[in-house]
């Protein structure tokens, strides 16, 4: 009688060899892929120049030009590069809430042009391109239309980033 | 009246290991990992004296020629040092040797890449970056690809 009920008693073991096993491999894998530095990369082309006239009907490109100085962001726009704001380089999310402005006006356009002083440094500039890249803020997109032209909430800014030079 | 005592041959029963413990600690490593896991097939091996800037990009690399610089201007390609990034509009040592690359590259039947890899020291100012890219355009690698930090 009593024997039966520690028969009961006793829980099933599971066996987990297997199970370990397999695990053990997956950590073998991963370690052997691991890389503790996350690097990702930041497209940018050479820029290139090509003679296209302008068809009539055809809306004047934006030609976004952000020139950075050593205390300030000038953004450009137009062919004739008209100054549309200065941005203090302290305050780069100013300088993202216009970018947002710009998108919301030329939807279609993706490309920024950047033309940093010479002494300027390389991390700086990648703070830069961060802000022109994408959406800073939580919660808040621009509208991007897709092949079809249908709307969508984007948090694409200008993400083809060209460098030039300043005379 | 003699006590006679019988030395009951018991069945050893076999030892039974906690494993509790050993099975939390492979759970952590193996989220840790997972967490770390990095999908891309581009390996950086830096140099000496180069850090690199953080960035908010989410891009991952792809394999290309890693040019490397360091704070001391000098440029690095596979571990070796090619040149320097000091002075000069056009970096001939540089060029010579992208030329060759690109070449190499192209005799295998495959076309010839155009994807650079740059991994420049964070503080470096542009005029060093115009060179280096001026250079790698002029012999062809006009697609650059800035590596940066991921930063959440």
Known sequence: ?167 | MRKTFKRGRTKAEPMELDITSLLDILVILLVFLLKSYNATNLKLDLVEALSIPDSKARTLGAHAIMLQVDKRSDIWIEQKKVGSAKSGEKIDSLYDFLKQKREIASVDGVSKPKSINLVLHKTLPYATMQRIMHTSALAGFTDFKFIVQGNY
């Open chain 1, 1 to 167: 009688m009593i024997s039966q009920r520690k028969k009961l008693n006793k829980m099933p073991k599971l066996n987990l060899i297997p199970i370990l096993d397999a695990i053990f491999i997956f950590i073998f894998f991963l370690l052997m892929s691991a890389q503790f530095l996350e690097i990702y990369e930041i497209g940018s082309d050479a820029p290139i120049t090509t003679t296209a006239s302008q068809k009539p009907n055809e809306k004047e490109p934006l030609n976004l030009t952000l020139e950075i100085r050593s205390g300030s962001v000038v953004v450009k726009t137009g062919l004739d590069g008209n100054v549309y704001k200065r941005v203090n380089t302290r305050n780069l999310a100013a300088l993202n809430e216009v970018l947002i402005e710009l998108k919301n006006k030329h939807p279609e356009e993706n490309s920024a042009i950047l033309k940093p002083s010479k002494g300027y440094e390389y991390h700086k500039i990648v703070k830069i391109i961060d802000h022109t890249r994408e959406v800073l803020k939580p919660n808040v997109y621009v509208t991007a239309y897709d092949e079809k032209k249908r709307k969508y909430p984007s948090k694409t800014l200008f993400d083809k980033i060209i460098f030039e030079t300043q005379n």
